[in-house]
């Protein structure tokens, strides 16, 4: 009877229950085997993505985003015109020099809004330029072009760059400039050494070895002829690499007569230099701190030079001015171009 009574009720147990279960998890395992063949195909896509990127950091999209910074070396382009194609600095100022365009500012503004700038410079001369930059390099070697250039300042340039193209880059001598008298200090204003160059001997191919190449910090000065003709004899001691007899042109400050000097030694304190004027005659002496020069605190401290001073560099500082005049104005005679050392 039991066996007789399950016979009946068992096909409509399978009907009710066993195949709406089994479909239940059948569709379950349908539904995760599709779920993990689509994440399988998407592994698959993210590592084939990830095989083929490659960052192109000379596109447009790159180029559009960028900001122009001081120092940066660009290389711009006009198509179809040989004769507009140049590498450009950025200068301190912000700006570029670009041929028919002029200056033009291009610190702070990205490739695409240089490229216009440019194309509105040009389209007084061509019809419809094709501008093209492209980023070379960042930065550069910092140099000073100072006196009778025409346009003095602060310059980056690039490569190995000599003191003929650095004054280029300052758009050369002004009419007045005496290239036979240039200065170059090097080895920045905490510790110079000075260079005398005679460019002209460069500019006639007599001696190219006076148009040598600038280093980071080169301060380049072009005196004019006034100041060849206006010579000033000084007297630089103490604790310089060369102490003698030195003849300055007009203008020159005390910085630039220890740069003659070859620059401060180890032993120095350029906040206690003592600066004697007026000769044996009637001398006045004066303690300058030249590190307020150097940090800009008080450049008045880094004073001109005239004919006769007397430039000491001590090796501690100098608490009693009158005393030292005392002591050293006695032991320097000087004749011609020699100088008697100081006695200790």
């Not at 002029?102 to 702070?108: C, E, K, P, W």
């Amino acid at each position: 009877m039991k066996y007789t009574l399950l016979n009946k009720l068992l096909p409509s147990l399978i009907r009710g229950i066993l195949i709406p279960v089994m479909g239940a998890c059948v569709l379950v395992l349908l539904t995760q085997g599709s779920a993990f063949n689509a994440h399988s195909a998407a592994i698959n896509k993210i590592n084939t993505a990830e095989d083929n990127f490659t960052v192109d950091t000379h596109s447009e999209h790159n180029s559009r985003e960028y900001i122009i910074q001081e120092g940066d070396v660009l290389f711009i382009s006009v198509w179809l015109e040989e004769d507009l194609r140049e590498e450009v600095v950025v200068r301190p100022d912000g700006r570029i020099s670009f041929p028919l365009a002029g200056d033009i500012r291009a610190s702070g503004l990205t490739f695409a809004e240089l490229k216009e700038r440019i194309k509105t410079r040009l389209t007084d001369y061509i019809k419809h330029p094709e501008v093209s930059i492209s980023f070379r390099k960042s930065g550069g070697k910092k140099v000073v072009v100072m006196g009778a250039v025409k346009h003095p300042g602060v310059y980056f340039v690039t490569g190995e760059n000599t003191v003929m193209e650095a004054i280029a880059s300052a758009q050369g001598f002004t009419d007045t400039a005496s290239p036979s008298g240039v200065t170059l200090i090097r080895e920045g204003q905490q510790n110079p050494t000075g260079l005398k160059l005679d460019l002209s001997k460069a500019i006639d191919k007599s001696d190219l070895g006076q148009n040598i190449r600038v280093q980071a910090e080169d301060i380049i000065y072009i005196p004019t002829t006034s100041e060849m003709l206006d010579r000033r004899k000084v007297i630089v001691l103490g604790e310089v690499r060369t102490p003698g007899v030195y003849y300055v042109t007009g203008g020159k400050s005390v910085l630039e007569a220890i740069a003659s000097a070859n620059g401060f030694t180890d032993d120095s304190v350029p906040s206690s230099v003592m600066l004697i004027r007026g000769g044996k005659e009637n001398p006045e002496g004066k303690r300058i701190n030249l590190n307020d020069a150097f940090k800009g605190r008080d450049v008045s401290q880094n004073v001109e030079i005239l004919t006769e001073d007397i430039v000491y560099v001590p090796k501690k500082f100098i608490a009693d001015v009158n005393y030292f005049m005392s002591q050293i104005l006695g032991p320097i005679t000087s004749g011609g171009t020699t100088v008697k050392t100081l006695s200790k």
